[in-house]
């Protein structure tokens, strides 16, 4: 290893001192936001001996261990994987623990799911082992489930809903079709999964099934696994049907932490489970339910990819479901590692990944946590050369993400007060592959990004990876005019981060400042939440020869590394004022969409429109006409937004004047690390107070997918004039909050 890296400056030193005699000549200046002249210059040095301690056959070799049996919340795998991933830790120099929380996680007992007319078929609800794949056949596999449906025996008729998202409702509707009383059979896709039985129970579903369609991740995707990597006949996605949106983590303790003596409540009462039963199925067993249904002939944009004329229902089509859950309290274990920092060690730059999986898991999560291992093992080189980060490293592998990111959400429920005071941020990573940075995140830290992807080395390539995404990003712009945007560009633009990973809980909840890290694009397939992700389906499909998992490392690992330094951390609201700016036209832009729409829509109602349109043998339920939308005031939050600009500005100018005088900027480092949880509002989103970022919430209706400047986007799409109106106040005040704030640290320090 040291001789590598040794040999690693040389070359570098080479080469820097072969740009310096043939360009300018005075002193060379290495530029990393947040570092003056001479540390960003050992900063460099610092980063160039932890690339060359990361190694990709040892990435891999973890990889195959920490996939090498099934390893769910509560099983003897994730105990296993857990004292594996702490004994690492351990041998690499950390101060590691296991810290153990009592969580609920509901694990099947019996899964029924038959159709008794018009013909009787039952299903199989089973993935077959393939021997092709070495831990497929295992015995202790979870069996196909969506964890949180819930107990139930129910028979009924069956209604395909499409992806089942409100949108498609309102298409039966003027179908003349309803699911009360009836089982509804919907598609995996276009939003999370949990959205669709929540949709079903909303419209009065007694059942929700839902199926991998082949048009979407099977054959009509690419060959099937194990000749391509895509979705199987048998292939089925397990996976969490919590209603994440009210609130993550352990339904029985939301807010605090799940410890062993926690004031628990009923479950029955827990306002994030479905009522009814869910189950998850693939296409071989939806094959016949589906070829059964009678009705109208689908909407041309709803058939899938099977060898059949897709009807709604529902007919003579019956459907038995039952389903029982053994709903037990398990141990749930995150290893949590310590890099004491030599100057400022109460500020911690925290690092994350899961380490369960549904299944084996070699790509999610493992694939994420075995470069975060990687990047703890580097540090650990580092640190016995006598090297210290100035603040302190914490790294934490969670377990039972996977049923609704409990290990991390009850960690940090637990220590929220002491993360708000001194977590300086969190960076995240959960599956990775080959392919494109995907990046994510606070937009204050955009500059930080930015940086690193310049600096990171596609391996296919070898331009960085900055570039590379660059490239995809323009290339793949649906408009002339996306396109010139993206090409004129020069700085990576972070995307607003929703839910689906454990980010959530730093984020949303106590607005510790959050990344979002992975590669991937290259890496498709249909073995997500299946028996098939496995450690022979990563090596040939996900990442051959674990190369992206370096470069993980390196990013993900640059980014902690240079918060752990920084003289002045790298945080710039300018960047998060141009993206809220953005975020309000937009909304102004969808009330005015809203108002567009409802005219048009309430004239063609009213003039018979739709009726005279469509083929008379055929029903059509005319829809009621809708409210009018209202004008909505919102110049208190483009007032904020001004004062926001001023104030971010200023502190900018304050900041550049800093970073350049040595000293060690306590008091301006931590005002500039808490300044995020000026956007925490006192109450949270309506109905769901969990969430109390102003600026990023997952969506009520689309789950994983992020809805910006939540409140008021979603009570616009709600149609509630009222709610948007006060919600437009609450994040003028909130983003009010934080200028002032801002302002005040920029006076400080004139
Ligand atoms: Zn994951």
Known sequence: MKKQSLFLVIIFLFFAQNIFSQSVPQVRETKISGFNATSAE???????????????????????????????????????????????YKSFGWDAKIETFKVLFPSPKTRVLEMIAPTSYKALLKEPALKEDATSGQADQLPTYNAWSADGDVTGDVVFVNYGLPADYEELAKMGIDVKGKIAIAKYGRS???????????????????????KDDGYGAGDVYPKGAFKSEYGVQRGSVMDMVIYPGDPLTPGIGATEDAKRLDRLKATNLIKIPVLPISYHDAKPLLEALDG??????????????????????????????????????????????????DEWVLRGNHHDAWVNGASDPISGQA????????????????????????????????????????????????????????????????????????????????????????????????ERRKAETITSAS??????????????????????????????????????????????????????????????FKDPGFYYGVTLSQTAGRAALRMANADL???????????????????????????????????????NAYVLATDPTKTFIVQKAQDEVPYLDFSPLQNALIALQKSSDSLSKIWERAVKINSDHVALNKSLYQAEQQLLTTTGLPRRGWYKHALYAPGFYTGYGVKTL???????????????????????QAINKLSNYLMNIADRNQ
């Open 296 to 345: 109208p002939v689908a909407p041309a944009d709803w058939r899938g990819g099977l060898p059949i004329t897709y009807h709604v229902g529902p007919g003579k089509t019956k459907v038995h479901l039952q389903l029982a859950f053994d709903w037990k309290l398990v141990s749930c274990y995150d290893v949590i590692a310590m890099m004491k920092g030599s100057q400022y060690p």
């Open 192 to 214: 999370w999964r949990g959205i669709k039985p929540k949709v079903a129970q909303e419209h009065g579903a007694i059942g929700c099934i839902i199926y991998s369609d082949p």
């Open 710 to 732: 939540p409140g008021i986007r979603e009570a616009i799409e709600q149609r509630n004039w009222k709610e948007a109106q006060e919600q437009i106040n609450i994040d003028a």
């Open 42 to 88: 050992t900063q460099k040095q610092l980063e160039i001996k932890f690339d060359a301690n990361l190694n990709r056959e040892n990435i891999g070799k973890n990889i195959k261990n920490l996939s090498a049996k099934p390893h769910a919340l509560g099983s003897p795998g994730s105990k296993e994987n857990a004292g594996y991933i702490l004994a690492q």
């Open 569 to 607: 951390l790298p945080f710039d609201f300018r960047h998060l004022y141009t993206t809220v700016n953005d975020y309000t036209k937009e909304t102004i832009d969808l009330l005015q969409q809203t108002k567009e729409n409802t005219e048009i829509e309430n004239q063609l109602i009213k003039t």
């Open 479 to 540: 408009t002339t005019k996306a396109k010139k945007d993206a090409l004129a560009k020069n700085t990576l633009q972070l995307d607003a981060l929703g839910s689906g990973s454990d980010f959530s809980v730093f984020l949303q909840h106590l607005a510790v400042p959050s990344l979002d890290l992975g590669y991937g694009g290259e890496n498709n397939g249909g073995e997500y939440h299946s028996i098939y992700d496995s450690y022979d389906n990563y090596v040939r």
């Open 371 to 466: 470069a975060m291992l990687e990047e703890a093992k580097s540090i650990g080189e580092l640190v016995k050369t006598g090297w210290r980060p100035k603040r302190t490293l914490v790294y934490c592998s969670w377990d039972g993400e996977e049923p609704g990111l409990i290990g991390s959400t009850e960690w940090a429920e637990t220590h929220a007060d002491e993360l708000q005071k001194k977590a300086v941020v969190y960076i995240n990573s959960d599956g990775s592959g080959r392919g494109f940075l995907g990046a994510g995140g606070s937009h204050a830290l955009e500059t930080l990004v930015d940086e690193v992807a310049k600096d990171v080395t596609d391996p296919q390539t070898k331009v960085t990876v900055y």
